[in-house]
């Protein structure tokens, strides 16, 4: 029809002497900016720990002092960094990089970053004598006095190693939890904490991430930045026994925070007879193996905080129900409060759409901190009497050192949690540092 009017119109147009009509112009649509990823990236991520697992002297059996001091849950404080550099073939071997860092680190001039050894091996085989596991999974969420109605979800091991999955097991909103690079994904690839010198002294306490850095290598251009982001407070975590057997838990407010996360785990019983593990999260909808104790970026925080998965970052305290504590008497509870992020870009991107963004390098760094205590402890009797107890027998106080000693809290703790809980710990924590003649 259209067509139609257009040669109607035409035709008039020449008998009167008119102007035929003119089409109107297609209209542009907007310009899509051409985006090339870059071809270096460089992950900085700092997590400031306190209470349990932070500071604890490691390489030997702990004192009843070190217990004590571990699990009393906020005063012992430590920091750690994470740095993971992945950029393409190296124009030497063997690949090397280097960080130079700004005197507040006070780590000395610069961090090795090492390139781990490909592994070539084949994967194992399961045992032939494998035997299905015995007990279940018991799931709670949401803080509150008291467990919600449908609590808890419960989850068989043998039921799960024959494939029966229950239905909405891992329900919950998806968390985006973004992985720096890593030797599997990049063609180079550098670390740090490795086997040098710094990584054995591990992060002051005092150390600052403020300032001009700059990463040379073999494998990527030389890069320049200056981060304005540092590693965040501590958190002090607080419990409190109610009446009802519910345990309320209160924490100080950090300005940096974007969101919270508290859970417990724990168990009962023991693998011969079947134990049974426990886990609670403050979410308020189901969520299991989550990764919201892990590094979540702001804006991934906010839309957590928005499906309540998040605690907001204005939240201090939280109430973990009776039923928890009563199904798992020795938890463990850990708070987690994310951090902001850095993220810097070279160069920066054209305000033109039309000229594409042609990236070179880019650099993000990551900020968490957490905190951790056995659930129901008094924290501050506890480390009075851990420091009581290294006194009277006599154990000498030696040099302050930041040690960042996961597998030994891990190992530690074990005995104190019950079952197959507090066996699985050591490996939950990370690996064991070298000893070091020093403590918190």
């Known amino acids: 029809m259209k067509s139609r009017w257009m040669l109607m119109a035409g035709a008039l147009a020449l008998l009167t002497g008119a102007a035929p009509p003119k089409r109107a112009a297609p209209r542009a649509g907007p310009v899509v900016q051409k985006v090339t990823p870059p071809k270096t990236v460089y992950w900085l991520s700092a997590a400031t720990t306190s209470g349990f697992g932070a500071g604890m002297s490691a390489g030997a059996a702990p004192s009843m002092g070190d217990m004590m001091r571990m699990m009393q849950g906020g005063s012992n404080v430590t920091k750690s960094l994470q740095l993971d550099l992945g950029g393409g073939p190296a124009t030497a071997q063997p690949a090397a990089a280097a960080h130079t860092i700004p005197p507040g680190m006070a780590m000395g001039p610069t961090l090795l970053l090492k390139s781990p050894q490909r592994s070539t091996g084949t ?162 909808t189901q969520g299991f193996v989550s990764g919201l104790g892990d590094y979540v970026s702001p804006a991934e925080a906010a839309r957590l905080v928005t499906a309540k998965q998040l605690m907001p970052p204005g939240q201090t305290s939280c109430t973990i129900p009776r039923e928890v504590l009563a199904a798992a008497p020795q938890g463990m509870v850990s708070l987690t409060a994310h951090g902001p992020e850095e993220n810097i870009i070279f160069p920066p991107r054209p305000a033109d759409p039309r000229n594409p963004w042609n990236q070179l390098w880019a650099v993000k760094a990551r900020f968490v901190a957490r905190t951790g205590a056995i659930a129901g402890m008094d924290m501050a009797s506890m480390e009075r009497a851990g420091n009581d107890h290294d006194r009277q027998n006599g154990r000498p106080r030696k040099p302050k050192c930041p040690v960042d000693s996961g597998a030994a809290a891990g190992k530690a703790v074990g005995g104190a949690l019950a079952g197959s809980m507090g066996s699985a710990l050591g490996g939950m924590f990370g690996r064991k540092k070298k000893p070091q003649d020093c403590e918190p």
């Open 123 to 284: 994967p194992g085989r399961e045992p032939e004598d494998f035997e299905r596991p015995k007990g279940r999974i018991l799931l709670f969420w949401g803080c509150g006095e008291t467990a919600r109605t449908g609590q808890p979800l419960t989850i068989d091991f043998s039921a799960m190693a024959a494939g029966q999955i229950p239905p909405g097991l891992f329900g919950g909103t998806r968390v985006r939890i973004a992985r720096p690079p890593s030797a599997a994904n990049w063609p180079s690839h550098g670390h740090w904490p490795n086997d040098d010198a710094a990584s054995s002294r591990g992060v002051p306490g005092g150390a600052s991430l403020i300032g001009a850095h700059r990463l040379t290598g073999n494998y990527l251009p030389a890069i320049d930045f200056d981060l304005t982001e540092d590693f965040m407070g501590a958190l002090a975590m607080t419990q409190s026994k109610l009446p009802s057997g519910a345990l309320a838990l209160g924490w100080n407010a950090l300005p940096m925070a974007t969101g919270h996360f508290a859970q417990v785990m724990g168990s009962s019983g023991n693998d011969q007879n079947g134990a049974t593990i426990v886990f609670w999260t403050s979410s308020e």
